[in-house]
């Protein structure tokens, strides 16, 4: 059974541009959450969508936003990008909204300069 | 204060110790609680959850949940080089509102040294 793909895995951006991050969740899973982790901050919620519907939020500005598609494979976007942006970005596939069994993949590290 | 407090350590432990990771948390929502390890460069890998107070064992990894005290646990007996990685612990309640994301600790960094 594959597990959870996130591409890129490496991204160099410049300040200001945009970026735009994807999952693809286990086969049969419905939900993707995403994750910000830094070594101040730790791992970070950033949303999460279960059946192409946002259903949770953490508390990021909406300069991040995401979206989820009908074969469950998730994008994340980050608009206007700032140096404090530079992070490993994780996204968590499980096969309920709210469940213990979440799957993460390998990350997407983000470096803005 | 953050939701769940973890110490970040650096943890160093002889091969074959028992090593013991924990974690606090303050919002009685949390139902479910995980234990992730993470290798550098890697994502967090989920070793095992339980529901609600008690414990759990798989191999070498032993969970306590005390929910009256808000604590929980992972005990690693036998400890090998291989474990040698970053613990994260993480809760979960299915109710709505913030407790129903995962919210993790801070990450335990352990070694276990030949």
């Known amino acids: 059974k594959a597990g959870v793909t996130q591409t890129p895995r490496y991204l160099i951006k410049t300040r200001g541009q945009q970026v735009t991050l994807s999952c693809s969740p286990i086969s049969g899973h419905r939900s993707v959450s995403w994750y910000q982790q830094t070594p101040g901050q730790g791992l970070q919620f950033l949303f999460e969508y279960f059946s192409e519907t946002q259903r949770n939020k953490g508390n990021f500005p909406g300069r991040f936003s995401g979206r989820q598609f009908s074969n469950s494979r998730s994008e994340m976007n980050v608009s206007t990008l700032e140096l404090g942006d530079s992070a490993l970005y994780l996204c968590?596939?499980?096969?309920?909204?709210?469940?213990?069994?979440?799957?993460f993949g390998q990350g997407t590290r983000l470096t803005v300069v | 204060q953050k939701e769940v407090e973890q110490d970040p350590g650096p943890l160093s432990v002889p091969e074959g110790a028992i090593v013991s990771l924990n974690c606090t948390y303050s919002?009685?929502?949390?139902?479910?609680f995980m234990w992730y390890r993470q290798y550098s460069r890697k994502g967090p890998e989920l070793l095992m959850y339980?529901?609600?107070?008690g414990n759990k064992e798989d191999g070498r990894f032993t969970a306590q949940v005390d929910k009256s005290s808000k604590y929980i646990s992972l005990f690693i007996r036998d400890s090998q080089p291989s474990d040698s990685a970053t613990y994260l612990c993480?809760?979960?309640?299915?109710?709505?509102?913030?407790?129903?994301?995962?919210?993790f600790g801070s990450g335990t960094q352990l070694t276990v040294l030949p």
């Open positions: 993480a809760m979960i309640g299915i109710s709505s509102g913030s407790a129903r994301q995962l919210t």
């Open positions: 339980t529901y609600s107070s």
């Open positions: 968590a596939s499980s096969y309920n909204s709210g469940s213990a069994e979440a799957f």
């Open positions: 919002n009685s929502a949390f139902q479910y």
